[in-house]
C-alpha cells in the first residue's frame, strides 16, 4: 500500500452509527446493498429477513414514500413508479394478455388513452371507450372478453364527474378489475378503495409531490394476486423511480393536504371572478350549480371540489393567445398539480392530436383553457387574471 492511496478511500464503508438519528429522510441513492452473507441474501430473497438488494426491485426512499400514499388511499404495499404512466403500464401489462378487452373512459389522460388504441393493441390487448357519466354507456361497452375498466373520476379538462358508484356496481357485476386514476381527485377528495376499486393509480408528479420538480407513480392494488403481477412488471421492466425524485416527492407531499385546501379554496373563489367576464363565455368548476355535474360532485367528493377550473374565453386562438401573453407571469405550462397556479390550452396541447371536430365533441374550442389553481394570494390571482381578460377587450 502506497501512502497516498488509504485503504479506505476506495472502499465500501458503512454509514458512521449515531445514537441520534437525522431529522430528514436520508437520500439513499445506492443501487444495489450489501449483506453480511449468503445465507442472509437467502433469508431476504425468500421473505424471512427484509432487506433491500438492487434498485430496481426497491430502496428505501421509495418505500418512506409509498408507504406515506398508502395512508392516504387507504391502501396497503403501494409501489412508487417512475412516472404516472408507468404505474399505468405496469398494471395493464401485468393484469392483461392477449385477447383481453379494456372499457376506458372516452376522456382519460392523452397517453392513457394512446397506449390503450396505438400501443396495447399491439399486443393483442383491446379497448372501447365509453362516456364514464353515462353508466349505461360504460356498460353497454363491457364485451365477453373485457377484463378491466379504466377510469378517472374528474375528466380533463372538462371536469366532468364519472358516476364512481354506477361504474363500481358494473365491475363487480361483470367481475371486472376497476382502476381509477385518481391524480385529479386525490385521497382528499375521493378514496377509490372505499368505493369499490381494485387498483389505485397517480401521477405523483402533479398534486402529491406538488412542486414541479419530481416525476413519479404510485400503484397500488387491493388483491394480493394482482399487487405480485403488478410488482413483477414493474421489477421486470425497470419502471422503478430514481431515489432523489422519491425523496424531492416525500417532502412535497408532507404539505400535500394544506396546499390542497388552500388551492381548492382559491379555486372557488377565481371561478367566481372569472364567472363575471362579458369575454368569459363559460366557467366550468364542480363547485358550482352550473356545473353539469354539480350534485354528483356534491355527493362523491365530500364535497371537495378540486382546484382545477376551466373557462373558454370568446374570440377562439387570437383571444387565447392575447390572455396568456397578457399573463407573462403566470406559468402557461401543459401540467397540473404545481404548489403555483399554472394555465394550459388543450387545443395545443393535451388535445392537439384530435381533429377540430374532435375536439369540438368535447366541448374544447380555441379559448378553452384550464387553470390549476396555485396556493398565492387569491387577490393576486384576481389581478392577474383580470389583467388578462382585458387584453381581450
Ligand atoms: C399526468 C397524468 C398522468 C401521467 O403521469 P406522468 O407522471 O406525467 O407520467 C396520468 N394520468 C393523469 C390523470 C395525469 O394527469
Known amino acids: 500500500m502506497t501512502a497516498d492511496i488509504p485503504a479506505n478511500l476506495v472502499r465500501r464503508t458503512a454509514f458512521p452509527s449515531s445514537v441520534s438519528r437525522s431529522v430528514v429522510t436520508p437520500l439513499q441513492p445506492s443501487v444495489v446493498y450489501a449483506s453480511p452473507d449468503p445465507d442472509a441474501l437467502d433469508d431476504q430473497y425468500e421473505g424471512r429477513a427484509f432487506g433491500y438488494t438492487y434498485s430496481r426491485e426497491g430502496h428505501p426512499n421509495a418505500t418512506v414514500l409509498a408507504q406515506k400514499i398508502d395512508a392516504l388511499e387507504g391502501a396497503e404495499g403501494g409501489w412508487i413508479t ?52 353515462d353508466a349505461a354507456a360504460v ?7 373485457t377484463k378491466l375498466i379504466l377510469v378517472e373520476v374528474v375528466s380533463n379538462p372538462t371536469l366532468r364527474v364519472a358516476d364512481m358508484e354506477a361504474i363500481a356496481e358494473i365491475a363487480k357485476r361483470h367481475r371486472l378489475v376497476l382502476v381509477v386514476d385518481n391524480t385529479f381527485t386525490t385521497p382528499r377528495a375521493y378514496r377509490p378503495f372505499d368505493h369499490g376499486a381494485d387498483v389505485v393509480i ?27 403481477a403488478i410488482d413483477g412488471t414493474i421489477v421486470t421492466l425497470g419502471l422503478t423511480p430514481s431515489p432523489y425524485d422519491c425523496w424531492m416527492a416525500e417532502r412535497g407531499l408532507m404539505s400535500f393536504h394544506l396546499r390542497y385546501d388552500r388551492a381548492e379554496e382559491n379555486a372557488a373563489l377565481l371561478a367566481e371572478h372569472l364567472a363575471g367576464f362579458e369575454k368569459v363565455a363559460r366557467v366550468l368548476y364542480p363547485g358550482r350549480p352550473d356545473h353539469p355535474d354539480h350534485n354528483r360532485a356534491g355527493v362523491l367528493l365530500g364535497p371537495r371540489f378540486g382546484n382545477m377550473v376551466s373557462f373558454e374565453v370568446l374570440g377562439g386562438r387570437d383571444a387565447a393567445n392575447a390572455l396568456t401573453r397578457a399573463m407573462p407571469d403566470m406559468a402557461f405550462a401543459p401540467t397540473l398539480g404545481d404548489i403555483g397556479t399554472t394555465l394550459s390550452h388543450a387545443a395545443s396541447s393535451s388535445h392537439r392530436g384530435l381533429t377540430p371536430d374532435g375536439r369540438q365533441a368535447l366541448g374544447i374550442m380555441e379559448g378553452f383553457f384550464r387553470i390549476s389553481v396555485g396556493v398565492e394570494d387569491i387577490t393576486l390571482l384576481r389581478e392577474e387574471f383580470s389583467r388578462g381578460l382585458a387584453a381581450l377587450a
Open 202 to 228: 397517480h401521477s405523483v408528479t402533479k398534486l402529491l409531490a406538488g412542486h414541479s420538480d419530481a416525476m413519479l407513480g404510485y400503484v397500488a392494488a387491493k388483491d394480493a394476486d394482482h399487487r405480485a
Open 82 to 133: 417512475a412516472s404516472g404512466m408507468a404505474a399505468v403500464t405496469a398494471t395493464m401489462l401485468g393484469l392483461l394478455k392477449q385477447g383481453d378487452h379494456i372499457v376506458g373512459g372516452d376522456q382519460l389522460y392523452g397517453r392513457s388513452l394512446r397506449m390503450l388504441t396505438q400501443d396495447l393493441p399491439r399486443y393483442g390487448i383491446t379497448a372501447s371507450f365509453a362516456d364514464p357519466t
Open 139 to 145: 356498460e353497454a361497452a363491457v364485451t365477453p372478453s
